[in-house]
T-cell receptor
Framework: AQKVTQAQTEISVVEKEDVTLDCVYE???????LFWYKQPPSGELVFLIR??????QNEISGRYSWNFQKSTSSFNFTITASQVVDSAVYFC???????????????FGKGTKLSVKP | GAVVSQHPSRVICKSGTSVKIECRSL??????MFWYRQFPKQSLMLMAT?????????EQGVEKDKFLINHASLTLSTLTVTSAHPEDSSFYIC??????????????FGEGSWLTVV
């Protein structure tokens, strides 16, 4: 069975603090994809990153960085120098199964609500 | 701009009536679309996979006769909530898969539709 666990339900930080959102996944597939999405209060999903299971390089995009550790089945997301606009619910998701995860049906974690206070 | 459009973004309907939500891919043809449901403060759960020209594949526990999915063209999938009840009130979001040869099939999410049944 496939599963995504985001143990942190809510996190509250003060602006300019760094914050890491944890994501642990379970899958028996050898090929799969991992994602992070941001969901602001308006509801739409904003795509942040996609990582395939063969690429364990960490990635940095501006204030965002991701740490993919296959050995611990984790795909953690760090926001450096957080800002109020970062306040949202963040979802980690997994796509696996048939066709090596390219089907496109995602399994989402329960999300972590991040509140950044000024 | 959005490449997947959902309509309506918000809808209120009376209990017992049916409501249709549309999901359109604007710049590409989508042979496969996905419908997710999100209860307040919860994660997104895949309801069904919509395949153009064939029957949708429903996830376990999702009532086929209640949530009718039609994917009549390569750019449009519709979700009809039949005989809606207050417990059907939720955020419904679709995604569409853009077929790419030899690579990841990019997934685009719609903006979501808030359904309130009164």
């Amino acid at each position: 069975a496939q599963k995504v666990t985001q143990a942190q339900t809510e996190i509250s930080v003060v602006e300019k603090e760094d914050v890491t959102l944890d994501c642990v996944y379970e899958t028996r597939d050898t090929t799969y994809y991992l994602f992070w999405y941001k969901q602001p209060p308006s509801g739409e999903l904003v795509f942040l990153i996609r990582r395939n299971s063969f690429d364990e390089q960490n990635e940095i995009s501006g204030r965002y960085s991701w740490n993919f550790q296959k050995s611990t089945s984790s795909f953690n997301f760090t926001i450096t120098a957080s800002q109020v606009v970062d306040s949202a619910v963040y979802f980690c998701a997994l796509s696996g199964g048939r066709y090596g995860g390219s089907q496109g049906n995602l399994i989402f974690g329960k999300g972590t609500k991040l509140s950044v206070k000024p | 701009g959005a490449v997947v459009s959902q309509h309506p973004s918000r809808v209120i309907c009376k209990s017992g009536t049916s409501v249709k939500i549309e999901c359109r891919s604007l710049d590409f043809q989508a042979t496969t679309m996905f419908w997710y449901r999100q209860f307040p403060k919860q994660s997104l759960m895949l309801m069904a996979t919509s395949n153009e020209g064939s029957k949708a594949t429903y996830e376990q526990g999702v009532e086929k006769d209640k949530f009718l999915i039609n994917h009549a063209s390569l750019t449009l999938s519709t979700l009809t909530v039949t005989s809606a009840h207050p417990e059907d009130s939720s955020f419904y979001i679709c995604s569409a898969r853009e077929q790419v040869t030899g690579g990841w099939n990019t997934i685009y999410f719609g903006e979501g539709s808030w359904l309130t049944v009164v």
